[in-house]
């Protein structure tokens, strides 16, 4: 088992100059590893990706994954966002880690085939990306995420059974799947063989503020927060949400599962690195999930 962290509530709003603090803290609360999202790892040090491999090494921790959304509803935004991603699975070979992960961007803009041909495309998509993957010696997992095709469950299934699992695994996100409306036990136990990467993420639909912010403000809840879900709900540290980790945890383990478990919490209302040990302490000790670090101490 390993532990890793997304990047977002150190460096949300383009803050990168929080990278190194990230890594420190990450460092002293016992993390494996660091997710990447942003392109700007890879502008940094796509040039000397030993520095940046010397970096983590000083930390003990690696890239646990870079994921890329890829743009599967514009055949111009199609060529130069699988460019982009084939550029940032390069950088992770070059650097010698191991997984990467692809979704499904810009899921707003308008379909110009029918669902089916369109989740048939993308299946497609996805196993030839993995064939580019696979011949750089990496994993490659489709991530799931509310606010695109797949963001509930006929459409996921229908993709999923398309996918060459030897090509794409699938990153199941708990989080994603309780917004999308998803029963996350029985989603995971179903595809448990499949999953090749976890994000363990927590969801409320509670405690979220109603009425007007101020008079003649905005009225909330609404639909126009990050990834559009302040009508949906509002991420928190693990184990204070609705997702049913325990249920979860029990599926992977009696299939098991032994890989990365990463929590990339968009906001929280703690410091970062409290937020971090907070999740932490519920992976020990709320739900008896250990890596080899921990045990170490």
């Given at each position: 088992m390993k532990f890793g962290f997304g990047t977002q509530i150190w460096l949300g709003d383009n803050h990168f100059e929080n990278f190194y603090r990230m890594l420190d803290e990450l460092a002293l609360e016992g993390l494996d590893g660091v997710e990447i999202c942003y392109p700007f790892l890879y502008q940094w040090y796509s040039r000397n990706p030993g520095e940046l491999r010397r970096l983590l090494d000083m930390h003990g921790l690696e890239l646990s994954s870079y994921y890329v959304g890829v743009c599967f509803r514009d055949e111009d935004l199609h060529k130069s966002t699988v460019e982009e991603a084939k550029s940032r699975y390069r950088f992770m070979s070059e650097l010698g880690y191991e997984n990467v992960l692809i979704d499904e961007a810009y899921g707003a803009l308008p379909l110009k085939c029918s669902l089916s041909d369109h989740i048939k495309r993308v299946a497609e998509g996805a196993n030839l990306m993995g064939e580019f993957v696979?011949?750089?010696?990496?994993?490659?997992?489709?991530?799931?995420h509310w606010g695109n095709t797949f963001e509930t469950q006929e459409p996921f299934e229908e993709f999923a059974a398309q996918l060459d699992n030897n090509l794409c695994g699938l990153c199941i996100d708990v989080g994603q799947?309780?917004?999308?409306?998803?029963?996350?036990?029985?989603?995971?136990?179903?595809?448990?063989?499949?999953?090749?990467?976890?994000?363990?993420?927590?969801?409320?639909?509670?405690?979220?503020?109603?009425?007007?912010?101020?008079?003649?403000?905005?009225?909330?809840?609404?639909?126009?927060?990050?990834?559009?879900?302040?009508?949906k709900g509002r991420w928190v540290e693990l184990g204070r949400g609705e997702v049913d980790f325990p249920?979860?945890?029990?599926?992977?383990?009696?299939?098991?599962?032994?890989?990365?478990?990463?929590?990339?919490?968009?906001?929280?209302?703690?410091?970062?690195?409290?937020?971090?040990a907070?999740?932490?302490?519920?992976?020990?000790?709320?739900?008896?999930?250990?890596?080899?670090?921990d045990r170490l101490k």
């Open positions: 696979n011949s750089l010696g990496l994993t490659l997992s489709w991530h799931n799947l309780k917004l999308g409306g998803f029963d996350e036990v029985s989603t995971v136990a179903r595809h448990a063989a499949r999953i090749k990467f976890m994000h363990y993420k927590d969801v409320t639909f509670k405690g979220r503020p109603a009425g007007r912010l101020y008079p003649n403000g905005p009225e909330v809840p609404t639909n126009t927060g990050a990834y559009t879900v302040d009508a249920g979860v945890t029990k599926a992977l383990l009696d299939a098991g599962y032994d890989g990365w478990f990463v929590d990339d919490l968009d906001s929280t209302s703690y410091s970062a690195r409290e937020s971090v907070a999740c932490k302490d519920y992976l020990n000790n709320g739900l008896g999930i250990w890596t080899a670090k």
